[in-house]
Every structure is written in structure tokens, then in C-alpha cells.
């Protein structure tokens, strides 16, 4: 017995059979460039290129593990989060794939009943919603595709695409809807009321949203056709799981408030899982969690783990020639210089909100105390300590709403690879953090929904304590913590006040000087 957990991220495919014991059996991973852009800001990539490459994935496996491969009882699915497809009458995609990181935007704003905007008024959150609008592509197409909006028959995000072209129906699980989409995050289904401010802000018919069913239910059976593609057994049963982010959380043994789920990707984020529907920023609804009748309120930091790569990039060409010469990753050759520089990086301190989000619409990225002592690799150091002091506000503003203290942090994600990161991020967030017996968390979150949905285990609870075990656990030194205090209280958590006003003057001046939308 085994289940095929199916991880489509964003650089990558991986394709894992995993046993009822957590153990990975066999392992395949398909890698491709995340995106391409045609404007400033744009973020793009072909739907078939993510079908083809879980084919390949799953081809792969069939081919180099073919009793392993033969013992797949289930296959579940988890995706990166807020990709948007658009697809005809007979399913085909009429445009590439709107990727989570496009930063295009519809112009104008919400058709909003006056008792609507004073609500967003008084609660301050007025210009996000004029930014969820904006920000939603249905709104985009038809302002700029109007003859590709005319032919959608499904909006659907990848998770929704991809059980499609496994399947054959257009179905999706409830704990992969995140993005711009009108879906009532308490009750977990599409929003009833027609006249629903929702309707209107994001865009979107009813109809051409996709059917929903909760976690650990059967999406659907393994066509012939998608049987034939894949080499995956027609008839398969197909089990819903989540979101990437979801799914790491219950990967990590993420099930109470108590403990906290950090996923140190592209998007750095900070997770817990509750009984209790809290909105840790108001409008900004806890997403689902695979868990019945639970949340994962969640604070993100949209650029995370992107700024390692935009540090490589632009800074690190010695680091990645080493690398290549002793056959390893440039972040291994990184490491020692975060043993090397002073914790607090001699002063220098990262803001990391270098995309806007939606509790800070206007915000950018700062880089504030140099002097003639920092090198590129404070620029390093301070990078991991920026995103993790983020990580540590978002914890305290879910703590905060939950009113429960996370006494424990899970980390997975790339950068939990490297014990440095890990520790750094235990010392500043002041809890224990650990680490379980596979980086894969997310696919090890699906294999536990898809587990528990074929009848193995009657519970989550029974399948987290029997498939994820930790392995590494990391103590955070209690001088480095008050240290990384006094930079976070004194400096770090004032520095929005006094650059947002700066933020929004720089805003307006790029708008004058540069134009991201084609013309109507």
C-alpha cells in the first residue's frame, strides 16, 4: 500500500509515493523556470508545461521504481497557491497561466455600495480592497482580454487545472482556495448571497468556478486518457488535500494553536491551526486548513526566500563558481559566513515587504544601517534575519488573535536545509523550532490527506502521530535572543511608520515614469 503525493511549485514538480509510515519510497522532481515576463511585473507560464511536467514526473517513477510504482492506491495533489488557469468549452487554456507572483493590475476600482466603503473605511482597510480588485485578473481580462474573457467557461486555479486534466472534471478541494476569488473562507464554499460585496470585487460568475469538496473526499477516478499520459493506473481514485502552505503545516504536525508551522520558500510564511475563524489583519480571513472544522490564520511575507535568490543573483557570482567546483549548493558555501558575521549583521537591518501585500498596500523594501564595516555578506545575513524578524511579527499578531502562545515552530521550505537558517530563526523567534524526517512537508501533508481518505487512519491526529516523526530540533540562546529583541523592538517594528509616507511618495513617482499595462 502506498499514495502518490503530487507537490507542483513553483520552480518545481515532485512526485513522491510515500507509505503509511511517512517513509518516501520513491521520489522523482522535474524542474522548470518559474515564470516568464512580457511586461514589468507580469509573471507568466504555460499550463500544459506544469501538466507535462507531472507526466514526466510520473513516467519517471513507472520507469525507475516499478514495484514501488504499482503499489499506489491513491494519488493526491497539492499546488502552489493563487495560479490562475482559464479554460474553454472542452478545457484547453485560452491564455498562459497568471502566476502567484504577477503584479499586473485592472484599472479603477469595486463597485461598492456607499454602507460597503464606509465599512472598509472604518475599519482602515478601504485601500485594500481597491487592491484585491485590482489585483484580481478576472478584472484584468476583461479590461484588456476581452475576447479571451468572453470564452471562459472555468476560472480555476492550478490545483483546479491540473485535477481537471487528471480526472476529467472540474472539481477542486476547498483547502486550495486562496487567491482573489469569491469564497467564503468560514463556511468553506463558494459565497450563496448573489449580492455579496465579493461578486463585484473579484469579478468572477459563479458558474465558471469549479465544484468543491472538502479534504481526504475523492475529486474523481484516473481517465483513460490521463492514464495514458501519466502511466498512472486508470481508475486511480484522485483525494483532495490543500494549498502548499496547508499542506506543509499538516506535514509539519501542525494541529493546534499551540504549534506553529513556518515555510522558509519563495514565500516565507508563519501558520497555525485553530478551531476558531480569526482574522489576524481585518478582511484577511484565516485560510482553510485541510483539518475539518479548523483554520490556518497565516502572515506572509510575499518575497521571502526570493531574496536569497535575488542576493545570488546580483552578489553571490564567487559563491556560485565554488559551488559548481565542489559540486554543491551556493547556500553551503553561505552558511560560513553566517557563523562569521556578528548576529544583528553589525547593525544593518532588512525590511523585507518588498512586494506589497494586503496588510501593507503601499509598502516596499528598506535596507537601513549601513557603514564602512558591511560587506555584501552582512547584506546576506541581515536578509535571513529581516524575513525571520517578519516571520516573528506575523507570530505575534496570530498569537495575539488566538490568544494562544506557539511554544514550538516546525520550519520546512529550501531554507530549512541549512542548520544555520534554522538556528538563526530560532534565536530571534525565542521558541524551539524543529525540523521532520523529510523536507518534502507539503507532499508529506498530502499523502497524510490522501492516507486518511482511502481509510487507513480514521483520524489526522492517529496519521500525523504515525507519519511524521521529528528528527532535529533546534534551542534558541537566550543572549542572541535579547539581542535580536532590542534590534526587533527598538528599530525593526518602527521602521513601517516612518518609511510609509516615503513609500507612498515613491509610488506615485514610479507611476508617472513607468506604465506596466498595455494600452486599451
Not at 509515493?17 to 516568464?36: M, Q, R, T, W
Not at 507572483?101 to 472598509?120: I, M, Q
Not at 486534466?165 to 483547502?175: F, I, P, Q
Not at 558575521?341 to 498596500?361: H, K, V
Amino acid at each position: 500500500m502506498s499514495v502518490l503525493a503530487i507537490d507542483c511549485g513553483t520552480q518545481s514538480l515532485r512526485a513522491i509515493i510515500f507509505s503509511e509510515k511517512g517513509e518516501v519510497l520513491a521520489a522523482e522532481k522535474v524542474d522548470f523556470e518559474p515564470y516568464y515576463s512580457r511586461n514589468i511585473g507580469w509573471a507568466e507560464q504555460s499550463p500544459e508545461m506544469y501538466w507535462e511536467s507531472l507526466a514526466k514526473a510520473t513516467q519517471q517513477l513507472k520507469e525507475n521504481f516499478p514495484n514501488v510504482f504499482n503499489s499506489i492506491e491513491a494519488v493526491t495533489l497539492t499546488t502552489q497557491r493563487a495560479t490562475v488557469v482559464v479554460v474553454d468549452q472542452d478545457g484547453n487554456p485560452l491564455r498562459d497561466a497568471f502566476i502567484w507572483l504577477d503584479e499586473r493590475e485592472a484599472l479603477g476600482k469595486p463597485k461598492l455600495y456607499f454602507h460597503e466603503k464606509l465599512a472598509f473605511w472604518l475599519i482602515k482597510k478601504l485601500p485594500t480592497a481597491y487592491m484585491a480588485y485590482r489585483r484580481s485578473k478576472a478584472n484584468w481580462m476583461k479590461q484588456f482580454e476581452p475576447e479571451i474573457w468572453n470564452n471562459v467557461h472555468k476560472y480555476l486555479l492550478l490545483s483546479g487545472y491540473l485535477t481537471y486534466k487528471l480526472v476529467g472534471e472540474y472539481v477542486d478541494s476547498t483547502a486550495s482556495q486562496v487567491g482573489y476569488i469569491p469564497f467564503d473562507y468560514k463556511s468553506k464554499t463558494w459565497i450563496n448571497n448573489p449580492l455579496h460585496y465579493k461578486w463585484r470585487l473579484f469579478g468572477i460568475e459563479k458558474d465558471k468556478l469549479p465544484r468543491l469538496v472538502n479534504p481526504t473526499e475523492i475529486l474523481g477516478y484516473i481517465t483513460k486518457a490521463a492514464a495514458q499520459f501519466t502511466g498512472l493506473k486508470e481508475g486511480l481514485p484522485v483525494i483532495a488535500a490543500g494549498a502548499d502552505k496547508q499542506c506543509e503545516t499538516l506535514g509539519s504536525g501542525c494541529l493546534s494553536p499551540n504549534v506553529g508551522s513556518i515555510s522558509l520558500g519563495t514565500t516565507a510564511t508563519i501558520q497555525t491551526t485553530t478551531p476558531k475563524y480569526v482574522e489576524v489583519i481585518p478582511f484577511i480571513p484565516p485560510y482553510p486548513s485541510i483539518l475539518p472544522n479548523a483554520y490556518n490564520p497565516e502572515i506572509g511575507i510575499s518575497r521571502g526566500f526570493w531574496l536569497v535568490t535575488w542576493f545570488k543573483k546580483e552578489f553571490a557570482h564567487s559563491e556560485i563558481r565554488e559551488a559548481e567546483e565542489l559540486n554543491t549548493f551556493p547556500e553551503k558555501i553561505l552558511d560560513k559566513y553566517l557563523r562569521e558575521i556578528p548576529d544583528g549583521s553589525d547593525g544593518l537591518i532588512i525590511q523585507p515587504t518588498w512586494t506589497a501585500g494586503p496588510e501593507r498596500p503601499f509598502s516596499r523594501g528598506a535596507i537601513i544601517g549601513f557603514s564602512d564595516r558591511h560587506t555584501r555578506l552582512h547584506v546576506y545575513k541581515a536578509i535571513i534575519e529581516g524575513i525571520v524578524y517578519a516571520l516573528l511579527e506575523g507570530k505575534m499578531k496570530i498569537e495575539k488573535k488566538t490568544g494562544v502562545r506557539m511554544e514550538k515552530i516546525g520550519l520546512s521550505g529550501g531554507g530549512s536545509k541549512s542548520d544555520e537558517v534554522c538556528q538563526i530563526t530560532t534565536n530571534i523567534l525565542g521558541v524551539p523550532t524543529y525540523k521532520v524526517q523529510t523536507n518534502e512537508t507539503a507532499s508529506l501533508g498530502a499523502a497524510i490527506a490522501g492516507y486518511v481518505g482511502i481509510g487507513k487512519y480514521r483520524t489526522f491526529e492517529e496519521a500525523v502521530q504515525n507519519m511524521v516523526r521529528i528528527e532535529k530540533i533546534f534551542y534558541p540562546d537566550t543572549d542572541k535572543n535579547r539581542l535580536y529583541m532590542e534590534y526587533f523592538g527598538k528599530v525593526y517594528t518602527k521602521m513601517w511608520k516612518h518609511m510609509e509616507k516615503l513609500y507612498h511618495e515613491l509610488g506615485k513617482i514610479t507611476v508617472k515614469t513607468s506604465s506596466t499595462q498595455p494600452e486599451l
